[in-house]
């Protein structure tokens, strides 16, 4: 009976250790504040979110998508206005293969920090070095996939007060 009421416990505490430490949440479809744009809310049915990280870096990331160069374009002024003033773009080649979402040919991945967070603007780095995820965590920063058809720089405005990181000629890598 001992061994029985040792061997449930330990289940139990494996249980609740297992979903302590969850550190991700999966959402498929866009889960950004309803404080974003109204212009956005069609995206939200194409868009996965995931959510978490734990500890210092908890954030979300808000992936979307587009097949289509006139949707893109519609969009990328409402998307411009979630980013914080400041905060970079950070430019990366298509197909792009994010961890979680896989191949993505065109669209962008929107990062921002835990609900809690406190967004000072105008966003500066965090830390002086580091990659872009750790020097701007605590802003809202858009990683754009150019694909140069349906995310066409020639096309698209991009932001004068915006520190642009251009990594589309970097060995392209499946961990961001």
Known sequence: ???IRIFVFAIVVC???AVATAEWAVFDKGSW???WPQALEPLRKQSRTIRGGGGVYDLSIHHIPF????AFEAAWPELLKVKTKGAPLVLVRSPNAH???????AGVLIHTPSPDAKIKEPAEP???RGDVVTRWWHTIYI???V?????????????????IIDERFKAHTAKR
């Open 1 to 3: 009976m001992i061994r």
């Open 15 to 17: 249980a609740v250790c």
């Open 33 to 35: 504040p309803d404080t």
């Open 67 to 70: 097949n289509n160069r006139d």
């Open 99 to 105: 961890w979680h979402f896989g191949q993505t040919k």
């Open 126 to 128: 965090y830390e002086p």
């Open 143 to 145: 990683e754009l996939i």
């Open 147 to 163: 694909d140069g058809e349906i995310v066409d720089l020639n096309r698209i405005p991009l932001p004068a007060d915006t520190p």
